[in-house]
């Protein structure tokens, strides 16, 4: 199947974006006829990207324990689903935010995805650090500095919105005006929500937490029997947590 993507990839060498992108939303329906959140979900699967286990949960960063573990940067090494999801980032850029001018990347995991977009829409390119270097200029943003432009944030992931935030601060600092933000994956974490409405910062994604479970599920990657824990896991996940020990 992902062959077949690369072979539709080299076909269409030489046309434009927008005839691209219709061939290619074509090619998906024909195919399989998953949506592209569902295909997104699968490939994240197939290729590790996303890990569940109920029984012995993984501990993020932040110390919250969970039963689920995404890593998009494994998406990189694997050209059919990189080249899949810049597409798939792409179109969304263009469905939503046609006035889009500059694209900016999350440092670290969306640097490499913000440019595939901003190849794909011929657009500026920067990126945006949690916080300035302690070094050299001391940049929080690398790049030219989008004062008074257009900006659409590309997020690879997002969990309770916080990191993803202190980016979009960084460039309202510096004087663009951020139309929004596009994930490859969100948890759905309430958290998250309200993080984003009281930033007033709109998210999309191109998949999501409920979407990959049903997907987990119909490909055999979950059994049906750990779907409920997993749910309650997303509803409070501290909770979760501390039963878990």
């Known amino acids: 199947m992902l062959n077949l993507f690369k072979d539709f990839r080299k076909k269409t060498v030489g046309l434009r974006p927008l005839k691209i992108t219709l061939l290619y939303q074509n090619f998906e329906s024909m195919e399989n006829h998953l949506t592209v959140a569902e295909k997104v979900a699968s490939y994240l699967l197939k290729i590790s990207a996303v890990k569940l286990n109920a029984v012995e949960p993984f501990t993020w960063a932040s110390g919250i324990k969970s039963p689920i573990y995404c890593d998009n940067r494994r998406v990189l090494s694997f050209p059919d689903?990189?080249?899949?999801?810049?597409?798939a980032l792409s179109d969304k850029v263009r469905e939503l935010y046609p006035e889009a001018e500059v694209i900016a990347g999350v440092a670290t995991g969306a640097i490499a995805?913000?440019?595939?977009?901003?190849?794909?829409?011929?657009?500026?390119?920067?990126?945006?650090r949690s916080a300035g270097k302690q070094h050299g200029?001391?940049?929080?943003?690398?790049?030219?500095?989008?004062?008074?432009?257009?900006?659409?944030?590309?997020?690879?992931?997002?969990?309770?919105?916080?990191s993803s935030l202190?980016?979009?601060?960084?460039?309202?600092?510096?004087?663009?005006?951020?139309?929004?933000?596009?994930?490859?994956?969100?948890?759905?974490?309430?958290?998250?929500?309200?993080?984003?409405?009281?930033?007033?910062?709109?998210?999309?994604t191109l998949t999501n937490y409920h979407v990959l479970l049903k997907?987990?599920?119909?490909?055999?990657?979950?059994?049906?029997?750990?779907?409920?824990?997993?749910?309650?896991?997303?509803?409070?996940?501290?909770?979760?947590?501390?039963?878990k020990g």
Request: with cysteine; proline share 3%.
């Open 81 to 87: 689903v990189r080249n899949y999801i810049g597409l």
């Open 113 to 128: 995805h913000g440019v595939l977009v901003a190849r794909e829409l011929d657009l500026p390119f920067i990126y945006v």
């Open 137 to 162: 200029l001391g940049n929080q943003i690398e790049g030219v500095v989008p004062e008074g432009r257009k900006v659409v944030v590309i997020e690879d992931l997002v969990s309770t919105g916080k």
């Open 166 to 204: 202190l980016a979009v601060d960084a460039l309202i600092d510096a004087g663009a005006d951020v139309l929004g933000m596009i994930a490859i994956f969100s948890y759905e974490l309430d958290q998250a929500k309200r993080n984003m409405e009281l930033a007033k910062c709109r998210l999309d």
């Open 215 to 243: 997907q987990a599920i119909n490909e055999g990657f979950l059994h049906h029997s750990n779907k409920t824990t997993l749910e309650n896991w997303r509803e409070n996940p501290q909770e979760w947590g501390r039963e």
